[in-house]
């Protein structure tokens, strides 16, 4: 499951009505989760996702350097992200 930070709620939450309503931002980091979830190719269980006016911000692990790509590419697909940091995205030791 993607991780999220304290302040944002989680997209299952907001699916079941349990928030009212969201933030431009919130409604992003939503969008960009549920891509990455939606991915069968990608395991997402570990990546976090931040967003704020646009700029997304991907965190935690990926298996592989394509994983860690194609994350950053779902990412930047997303209607409303203009740019993608990863740099924080690390790809797992073996």
Avoid at 86 to 94: P, Q, V
């Amino acid at each position: 499951m993607l991780t999220h930070t304290p302040d944002t709620p989680h997209p299952e939450a907001v699916k079941h009505g349990a928030i009212g309503h969201l933030s431009v931002d919130e409604e992003l980091q939503q969008a960009v989760c549920e891509a990455l979830i939606a991915a069968p190719e990608l395991d997402s269980t570990n990546i976090g996702v931040r967003a704020a006016s646009g700029a997304v911000t991907l965190s935690g692990s990926v298996p592989t350097e394509p994983a860690r790509e194609l994350a950053l590419r779902i990412a930047s697909e997303q209607p409303g992200v203009e740019t993608v940091a990863a740099d924080a995205l690390a790809i797992e030791s073996a």
